[in-house]
Structure formats: structure tokens, C-alpha cells
């Protein structure tokens, strides 16, 4: 509660839907800002966070449900931040403007993934979304200038798009199709899993032509492709949640490319160890080091790109989101209000224990 | 006047250090495992494998007769399947989770109708292979378990019976209701078997591929019985308090929605008993034992579809609403308050991420 009184001197806005404004919400300097995060209070309430580096809470804006990941557009400072599946709002705001929170959807018939991101002009916004009736994941388009306003979908070529991702090349978009079918009238029943296919797939920003696509087949077929990051060679690195058998767990972390194929890494105790589950993916800044988080094993695999090794693994409660931190480091935060920053080699560099809150799946570097 | 007031404080403080002292020692959380599945895990595994043995003989007995008795002891039979389900939907771990045994035996929600989508294909195709033993195993989920069954037995267009419509469908009926005994079989045997899930939960430990300690076990419970709460609100009441929610209650078509909620409450509500999670409650929160008395209390007195149940202990019947929004409170107060108060750390993340 204290947490929740300091923030709403700090500039709390609180809105459910499309509820009031306050003048108080830019009155933080967003020069402040180090990440955005979603969160939960112990009050079972719902929120975005917006941190400084060490760990404090600069604004909060609350939620009206489970917020999921967070899209930064760095040159304008636009935020977006999405449901988690299979929620139906998106919420934008700029962190050096002083305007309120917008609100938009994907339209009827639509719901979110929890992922998305800017193109890199900025004028542009994807999001991973679910087509309800047609039973197919599709790439959401929005012009950004014009409020959010949806102008075209792609086909995301597999069912259940989770994490999509602009390429550096800026025209590619890396989606990660966990194959997972949902249906907001079951909640988060998942539908089809012994039908699930799922994917990694690279699609044409600008056409929406399909330019390669990795499914997972025979002892893979229950890999549910969710998260996505890139290294600086340009590969793809993605974690996936295993939906088969537990017993028969495979390696869950991997890379592929629109002309490689797709290849595991061979992490010490294999996907069991991980208890099948990958959380969130992220790379260092320079693009050498990949991390992957697994809260239901408590752990974070740290990944070489260039060898392929796995060069070290941190144990920390119910830590999912993960963000690179300087040059080659990392900030993971976990359920329990941990925030800690550590190497690739797994060595703890700082800690940080907030109160009253529990860090959502992922955490987005913003300076 | 003064001595009978004495004496009434006497009583008073007699009672007090009385319940003070039989306060019970919070057990430990290997022991609040044990007890989960002594108590409540394992009776419930055996249950519905007991409940699904007469199956196949109530299939057979409507198909050779086709009178409204065996008609009768086929539904019957078939709603203590559905019933003895209920109480451990929720165990959505160990062998309930290998090879997919959980949607074999129960795919719902079905909002997509493959159930019926993929029967369908079946009556269709005639395919009498698909009955032999062993082949349902390779068919879908869907058409493998109880909502399958429930179909063919509440067709009223072509019941089953000794008739030449219904030969295929017979056949077909019969074939699921020995994969259920299969299935059902084959989960109380992965808990049961030396070196199954139990003595994996009841022997954590470094070695231990799965629990490396008694509050990993200890969590593994506790998080079934949050998801036993979530999927009860999330699914059962939920579509009742938003109207634009379309699901199907669970075993409508055999009129079981009522006592599918009862079992998935008093289920849960056994289960929480059996954690004793408030024994570990510091005296300055107690408040909290007696709220989540009330609330089960309340969860426990209506029907489920907006009436009232023949058990409920409130005199009057709380709304849905207020069921639902009592059910997300207990859950709240589980994830965040007890199992803090028990030093059990269920993760935020872990628990339900993306």
C-alpha cells in the first residue's frame, strides 16, 4: 500500500477503459525511465510500471486487466503496451509528452497476443493477434499518426502468433507461432493441443509474403514457439514452452534464420531442467550474449551466440522478464519484485527488492 | 452477581486457552503434500478409475436391450464418471498431463464443437477399425473421452440400441468406454506404481528430477487447487455473469452442469482442508480463516447455474456474481496471503505466464 500511496504522488494515473485523465500523469521526467514493465499489486490489481534503474518506480499506470509486453518506439519515445492473450486492449503513450494514455483495439473479432512492435520509422505498429472465427494467427497494422488506427493484417502463417519481431534489415518480421489456438469465450483454454503446429516463421513487413518458414515437426511438434530475439549476426533465437508429455521434454531454446535452418541448443539438463517452459527471450546490447528466462524452473540460460554454448545459467524465484543492461549485462525481474542485474557468465552485479508487487512476464529497456 | 460474572470470564478464558492450546502445529510442507495426497489426491485418482470399470457393461446393456432401464443405469453410470471427473479436473500435473490424458478423457471447453466435428466424421466414415482395442488411442482427444460418449448416449435420432442405425454407433460407444477405463486406469497407476508420482512428491530431493524439496510438493498442490479455482470461476461462472460469453456448461447435455460445479467445489474445498494453510496464519491475520470459511460456504451454497444447492449452508443464495467474485478473492488470498503465510512461494510468473 505504501508503494501504491508513493505512486500516486509520483503521478499515478488510474483508469479502467476509457476512465478520466489526470494532470499528474507526465509530471515524471521520462529521462528518469530505464524500463517499462507490467506488473500486479498485492491488492490483485493490474498495472504498467515505469522504473529507473535502480529498481524504483518513476509512474504507474493502472490497468483494467493482465497487461503483457511493452513496444518503444526510441526515436519518438512511443510506448505500447498490450493485453495478455486473450485480452482485447492495447494502451499507447509517449514518455517526453504530456498526453494521456490511448486506448485502441484490434476490432471485432480480434484478440491480442501480449507482443508487438514499431516499425522503424515509427509510423507503424504490428501486433500478434488471433482471427476468432477464422481460426488463423494474423499481423496486425496500425498507423501510428492516426491514432491506432488498424489499416491491414498479414497472415502470421500459423496458428497462435505469440512474439512478432521488426528485423534489423527493417523489413522482416520474425514470428514466433506457438500453434496454440485460443478462444476469448474459453478464457485460456488452449484448444488444440494435439493438433498444434507450430512455428518460426519470417514474413515480408510491407507484403506480408511468407519468405521462410520453420515448423516444428515429429518430436518437435508439441514445441510451442513463443519468444524471439535477435543477435547481431542476424539470427533469430527463440524459446519455446513444451506442450507434449512432460517425460519427453525437449531442449527448448534455439536459433534459425530466413536462409539457416533451425538448430536446439544443447543446454546442460535439457528442456526438463527448464521445466519446459521458456518465459521471455533478450539479447545483450552488443548483440553477442542471449538470454532466456524460465520462471517455472526459476532460472535464466545464458546463450553465446557466436559459439552456441550455453555460458551460464542464474537461479532466481519466478523470474520471467529479462532485458540487456550496458554493454554485454542483464536486468531480470521476477514475480516476487526482484530486480537484478548480472552477467552472461550468471554473476549477480545488483539486486534490487521492491515491495508490494509482482513483475509481469517482460521487461522493456527503454534508456 | 460479582461471582457468577467471575465465573463467566473463567469459562470465557477457559475456552480461550482451551482453542489456544489445541491450535495445531502448522504442519510441514512435506507433511501438507502427504496429507494432499493421501487425503484427498489419491481416494479421488482410485474413485474414478472405480467409477469408469462399470462403463463398458452399461454401453453393452442399452445396445443388446435398448430398454429405458439399461437406458437408465447407462446415465447413471456415466454422470459418476462425469462426477468422480470433476474431483480431479484439476490435477493438471503428473500423469493427468503425460500423453494428454487430461483432454482425452474431458475435451472441454470445446467452443470450436470439435467434439461434434470430429464424431461426426466418424458416424460418417463407418469405419469399424476405429473401434478395434487400442485404435481410439490414435483418433483425436475430442472423440476418445466423455463428451463423446455423452453425445452418443443423448441422441435422440438414433439411440443406441439393438438396431441396425445404432450397430456402428455401439460399437463406437463401447470403444470409448474402455479407453475411459483405459485412461482413467493408467492415471491412478502413474501415481500409485512404486516409483510413481506419489513416492516422486513424497520423496523430494536433489536426485529428484521434478521436486527437489517438500515445498516444491508442497507448491505442486497448492498451485492445482488455484487451478481448480481459476477454471471453475474462469469457466463455469464467468459465462453466466458476462452474457456475451458463450461456453457450454460442462455435461450440459446430461444435465450434469449442476453437479459437475458441486463436485469441482466440494473437490476443492477438501483439498484446501487437507493443506490445513491456515494453520500457519499468525494471529493478527486469523480474520482470514474465518473469511475463507464464509466464502466456501458461499461457493458451496449455490448450484452453480444461479440456484440453489440442496447443501448449501447460507440462508440465503448468493447471486453468481458474488460467488464469482468471492472465488477470485480465495484465490487471491491463497496465491498471496496463506501460501506466503506457509512460506510456499508460488511464483506470479510460474503460475500462470505466457
Known amino acids: ?367 | 452477581m460479582k461471582q457468577s460474572l467471575s465465573a463467566l470470564i473463567a469459562i470465557f478464558v477457559s475456552i480461550a486457552m482451551a482453542s489456544g492450546s489445541a491450535a495445531a502445529e502448522p504442519p510441514t510442507h512435506l507433511a501438507m503434500a502427504q496429507a494432499a495426497i493421501e487425503t484427498y489426491v489419491i481416494p479421488h485418482i482410485d474413485a474414478l478409475k472405480a467409477a469408469a470399470v462399470p462403463l463398458p457393461a452399461a454401453v453393452d446393456n442399452v445396445c443388446k436391450s435398448g430398454s429405458p432401464e439399461a437406458q437408465t443405469a447407462l446415465e447413471k453410470a456415466f454422470a459418476n464418471v462425469v462426477v468422480a471427473y470433476a474431483g480431479v479436473d484439476f490435477l493438471r500435473f503428473g500423469p493427468m498431463l503425460e500423453k494428454g490424458r487430461r483432454e482425452q478423457i474431458s475435451f472441454w471447453p470445446d467452443p470450436r464443437g470439435f467434439v461434434a466435428r470430429q464424431l461426426r466424421l466418424i458416424l460418417l466414415n463407418k469405419n469399424e477399425n476405429v473401434a478395434e482395442p487400442g485404435m481410439l488411442a490414435k483418433q483425436s482427444a475430442a472423440v476418445q473421452g466423455l463428451p463423446a460418449l455423452e453425445v452418443l448416449i443423448h441422441d435422440k435420432d438414433v439411440p443406441l440400441g439393438p438396431t441396425e442405425p445404432a450397430r456402428f454407433r455401439c460399437l463406437f460407444a463401447h470403444a470409448i468406454a474402455e479407453n475411459i477405463v483405459r485412461l482413467t486406469s493408467e492415471v491412478a497407476d502413474g501415481w500409485e506404481k512404486p516409483g510413481g508420482w506419489r513416492d516422486k512428491m513424497l520423496h523430494p530431493g536433489p536426485d529428484n528430477d521434478t521436486y527437489k524439496s517438500g515445498s516444491e510438493s508442497a507448491v505442486e498442490i497448492v498451485k492445482a487447487l488455484l487451478v481448480g479455482l481459476s477454471l471453475t470461476g474462469d469457466l463455469q461462472l464467468k459465462p453466466q455473469v458476462d452474457h456475451k460469453i458463450r461456453l457450454t456448461p460442462p455435461y450440459a447435455k446430461s444435465g450434469l452442469q449442476k453437479a459437475f460445479y458441486a463436485a469441482s467445489v466440494a473437490g476443492l474445498h477438501q483439498l484446501y482442508n487437507s493443506l490445513r494453510l491456515e494453520d500457519y496464519l499468525k494471529p493478527d491475520l486469523a480474520w482470514m480463516k474465518g473469511w475463507a470459511q464464509g466464502t466456501w460456504r458461499t461457493i458451496q451454497s449455490t448450484d452453480g447455474v444461479g440456484g440453489r444447492s440442496p447443501e448449501a449452508k447460507r440462508p440465503d443464495t448468493p447471486s453468481t456474481r458474488e460467488v464469482f467474485d468471492r472465488m477470485n478473492g480465495l484465490r487471491n488470498i491463497v496465491a498471496n496471503r496463506l501460501s506466503v503465510a506457509a512460506g510456499l512461494t508460488v511464483g506470479f510468473n510460474e503460475l500462470d505466464g505466457d
Open chain 1, 1 to 367: 500500500m505504501a508503494i501504491d500511496r508513493r505512486s500516486l504522488l509520483l503521478g499515478t494515473l488510474a483508469f479502467v477503459g476509457t476512465g478520466p485523465i489526470g494532470k499528474a500523469f507526465a509530471s515524471a521526467t521520462h529521462h528518469d525511465v530505464a524500463y517499462v514493465a507490467t506488473a500486479r499489486r498485492s491488492s490483485g490489481d493490474f498495472c504498467i510500471v515505469l522504473l529507473k534503474a535502480d529498481g524504483s518506480i518513476v509512474r504507474e499506470i493502472a490497468l483494467s486487466a493482465r497487461g503483457h509486453d511493452v513496444a518503444y518506439h526510441r526515436p519518438s519515445g512511443r510506448v505500447v503496451v498490450f493485453a495478455r492473450r486473450p485480452g482485447t486492449f492495447a494502451v499507447a503513450f509517449e514518455l517526453g509528452r504530456n498526453t494521456p494514455p490511448h486506448i485502441f483495439t484490434g476490432g471485432e473479432g480480434r484478440h491480442y497476443y501480449g507482443h508487438g512492435g514499431f516499425s522503424q520509422d515509427g509510423r507503424l505498429l504490428y501486433a500478434s493477434e488471433n482471427d476468432i472465427a477464422g481460426e488463423r494467427g494474423v499481423i496486425g497494422i496500425y498507423d501510428v499518426g492516426r491514432g491506432y488506427r488498424k489499416i491491414g493484417e498479414h497472415s502470421s502463417y500459423g496458428i497462435g502468433p505469440h512474439e512478432i519481431m521488426l528485423l534489423a534489415d527493417g523489413k522482416t518480421i520474425a514470428v514466433g507461432n506457438g500453434g496454440i489456438d485460443t478462444v476469448p469465450d474459453a478464457w485460456r483454454a488452449k484448444l488444440n493441443l494435439e493438433t498444434m503446429q507450430p512455428s518460426l516463421v519470417f514474413v515480408d513487413a510491407e507484403s506480408g509474403k511468407l519468405i521462410a518458414n520453420h515448423a516444428m515437426t515429429g518430436e518437435f511438434k508439441s514445441l510451442s514457439v513463443r519468444h524471439v530475439t535477435q543477435d547481431k549476426a542476424g539470427l533469430i533465437w527463440f524459446g519455446g514452452q513444451w506442450e507434449g508429455s512432460p517425460s519427453e521434454t525437449p531442449q527448448l531454446v534455439g536459433s534459425a534464420g530466413p536462409d539457416r535452418e533451425l538448430r536446439l541448443v544443447d543446454a546442460p539438463g535439457g528442456g526438463k531442467d527448464l521445466r519446459g517452459y521458456i518465459g521471455a527471450m533478450a539479447v545483450s546490447n552488443d548483440g553477442r550474449f542471449i538470454a532466456a528466462s524460465a520462471p517455472k524452473a526459476g532460472h535464466v540460460l545464458y546463450v553465446d551466440s557466436e559459439s552456441g554454448k550455453v555460458v551460464g545459467k542464474s537461479t532466481l524465484k519466478d523470474v520471467c522478464g529479462i532485458s540487456s543492461e550496458g554493454k554485454q549485462d542483464f536486468a531480470a525481474s521476477s514475480g516476487f519484485g526482484v530486480i537484478r542485474y548480472e552477467t552472461a557468465m550468471a554473476s549477480t552485479i545488483s539486486e534490487h527488492q521492491l515491495q508490494d508487487i509482482a513483475f509481469d512476464n517482460h521487461l522493456r529497456r527503454i534508456a
